[in-house]
């Protein structure tokens, strides 16, 4: 065939029943398409048994299924699995599996690189390629899934948005996976159970309010101090504190679902009673808790754990404003999986 053949997951289930409807068929085919698609994780149209051969050649003329395949994993002493993902086009995205004693977390990335510049992040040494489609991000889920159920013998528990890229820059189709991840024709996960987290980009924490959805809400904030934010999160020159405060406002008025801070602290960047004060008053404008994550080194050395004493002024003075704080130590450390870390270096 000389035109190009569609990714089929890019249509809804609608334009499948449609496809089928035109073709002089029954609608009801699409449903069943649709089913082998996202619930019985079809690679080809011949998975497809109770699809008769004729219908099965008629998809494989129109149609391509673009899966991802997972190119290496690697396990970290930890228990923590990193696998890197090669996309149709070659390119390549990294997720996590990261388990405890009664959860698996599958860590996953929603861009191929990033368009932001943390100093402090691995992957914004990746200038920004291309969004991932709702389908690969999907299928980094189902596939870390696969590897719970085969090294832990349980299903997936938890979703995060924390591998590469910036999730609410790429929203459309990020929603569009967590759709086919949640509805009882995907995988059926609660929203509950999943959590987007951003850099803060206050437009679309109020559209995602607007949106009503019902997944959990973290934000890297890291500084309540705009001109340290600034230094640390550049992007924070365009989407100041205050225009923050002002959308996770809003998105507590309208979601009342209590929003994550996740925060490293740094030596000689954000590890003084100043800071800590302009954080406890940033948490009382909308309910919320805080996360002290481990900073991952990322090799040039610029950035450095703050002391231990540091930290516990933190947890301290957060516990002392009644504020809920936790102390996160970081996994898979050893095979470039933690946070920041996700820099396709294999
Ligand atoms: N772009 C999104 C999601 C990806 S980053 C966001 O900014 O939230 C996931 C989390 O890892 C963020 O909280 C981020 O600030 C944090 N992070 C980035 N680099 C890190 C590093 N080197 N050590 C520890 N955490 C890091």
Redesign the pocket.
């Known amino acids: 065939m000389s035109t190009k053949k569609k990714d089929i997951r890019a249509l809804t289930k609608e334009q499948l029943r449609d496809f089928f409807v035109k073709e002089g068929d029954k609608a009801f085919r699409g449903n069943q398409v649709y089913e082998w698609l996202w619930n019985k994780g079809a690679h080809t149209f011949e998975d497809m048994t109770n699809i008769s051969k004729e219908t099965r050649q008629k998809l494989e003329d129109n149609f391509v299924i673009n899966h991802i395949k997972v190119d290496q994993m690697q396990r970290s002493s930890d228990g923590t699995v990193k696998n890197a993902v090669r996309l149709h086009d070659g390119l390549i995205v990294e997720s996590v599996l990261i388990p405890t004693n009664t959860r698996t977390t599958a860590c996953v990335s929603?861009q191929v690189g990033?368009s932001?510049d943390?100093r402090?992040?691995?992957?914004s040494r990746l200038k920004r390629m291309r969004n991932l489609n709702p389908d690969e991000i999907f299928d980094q889920v189902v596939a870390i899934d696969n590897e719970s159920r085969l090294y832990f013998d349980r299903p997936l528990t938890n979703i995060?948005?924390?591998?590469?890229?910036?999730?609410l820059m790429n929203y459309n189709n990020v929603l569009k996976a967590i759709d086919k991840i949640t509805s009882p024709e995907g995988l059926g996960m609660s929203p509950k159970r999943i959590t987007v987290?951003?850099?803060?980009v206050p437009k679309m924490i109020k559209k995602m309010a607007d949106d009503e959805v019902k997944f959990n809400l973290?934000?890297?904030l890291?500084s309540a101090i705009n001109e340290i934010r600034t230094s640390i999160m550049p992007f924070n020159a365009t989407f100041p504190l205050e225009d923050l405060r002002e959308a996770l406002e809003y998105w507590y008025a309208k979601t009342k679902n209590r929003i994550t801070y996740?925060y490293?602290v740094w030596e000689g960047i954000n590890d003084t009673k100043r800071d800590v004060d302009a954080l406890i008053k940033f948490c009382k404008f909308a309910p919320s808790k805080v996360n002290l994550?481990?900073?991952?080194?990322?090799d040039d050395g610029e950035?450095q754990q703050a002391s231990s004493k540091a930290i516990d002024m933190y947890v301290q003075m957060l516990e002392a404003n009644h504020i809920t704080v936790t102390v996160r130590r970081?996994r898979g450390k050893d095979i470039d999986a933690?946070?920041?870390?996700l820099a396709n270096k294999g």
């Open positions: 929603s990033c932001l943390c402090f992040c691995a992957t995060v948005f924390m591998g590469m890229g910036e999730p987290s951003t850099s803060g973290a934000v890297s890291h996740e490293v994550i481990e900073y991952n080194p990322i950035f970081s933690a946070c920041g870390q």
